[in-house]
């Protein structure tokens, strides 16, 4: 079956612009996540949603940073006024119910560079 | 909160010989331990993970690992090490959470298979 897609698989912006990245998880997984990997590093955890709600965004940066999941499926990764330090690889994952023994599944992620 | 620490950014061994990546944990409550690895211009795939069941845990591709909690240790291994295997490799903690259950990663090591 078809595993989480993610559209861009690249997306060069300048700095000050808005972008959108978008994750297709899993058919039938309720939970999703926002992770981001700068390079050398592992992902860090940015937003977690079970169904149509952000359960748990503890891990935006800022404000500038927001996500939605309007259907509970697709969701969506947005950057406002973006800046230098925003370049980084954004993943996506989904779990089929979000509990801590399940397998998160990963995306081939989103290259965003900010010039 | 929980923490992972991998020991050794890089690993690189020879091919047939013994592969060991080392991870710690940290967490005040029993964890979901899990390892990752990440191919180049790939997203992350699942090679095992633990969940309070048995403590030592088989994988894909002949890895497997041991949880040890006098240690708070969760080490990858696999007998013979194979070309194929050069990758990036990330140990990850999770705990169940009412409001889902993210993954801590730690900062991955680099494993080189030499001829």
């Known amino acids: 079956g078809a595993g989480v897609s993610q559209t861009p698989s690249n997306k060069v912006t300048e700095k000050g612009k808005y972008v959108e990245l978008r994750c297709d998880p899993i058919s039938g997984h309720t939970a999703l996540y926002w992770y981001r990997q700068s390079l050398g590093q592992g992902p860090e955890f940015l937003i977690y949603?079970?169904?149509?709600?952000?359960?748990?965004d503890s891990g935006l940066p800022n404000d500038r940073f927001f996500a939605v999941r309007p259907e509970g499926s697709v969701s969506t990764l947005k950057i406002q006024r973006t800046e230098r330090g925003d370049s980084a690889m954004y993943l996506c994952?989904?779990?089929?119910?979000?509990?801590?023994?399940?397998?998160?599944?990963f995306g081939p992620g989103t290259r965003l560079t900010v010039l | 909160a929980q923490s992972v620490t991998q020991l050794g950014s890089h690993v690189s061994v020879s091919e047939g010989a013994l592969v060991l990546l080392r991870c710690n944990y940290s967490?005040?409550?029993?964890?979901?331990l899990f390892w990752y690895v990440q191919y180049p211009n790939q997203g992350l795939q699942l090679l095992l993970k633990?969940?309070?069941?048995?403590?030592l845990v088989k994988g894909i591709n002949g890895f497997e690992a041991e949880f040890k909690k006098s240690e708070t240790s969760f080490h990858l291994t696999k007998p013979s090490a194979h070309m194929s295997d050069a990758a990036e490799y990330f140990c990850a903690v999770s705990l169940f959470q009412t409001s889902g259950s993210r993954l801590t990663f730690g900062e991955g090591t680099q494993l080189t298979v030499n001829p």
């Open positions: 949603f079970q169904g149509t709600g952000a359960a748990d």
């Open positions: 994952a989904s779990s089929i119910a979000g509990y801590g023994t399940d397998t998160q599944y």
């Open positions: 633990y969940t309070s069941a048995a403590t």
């Open positions: 967490s005040s409550v029993p964890p979901y």
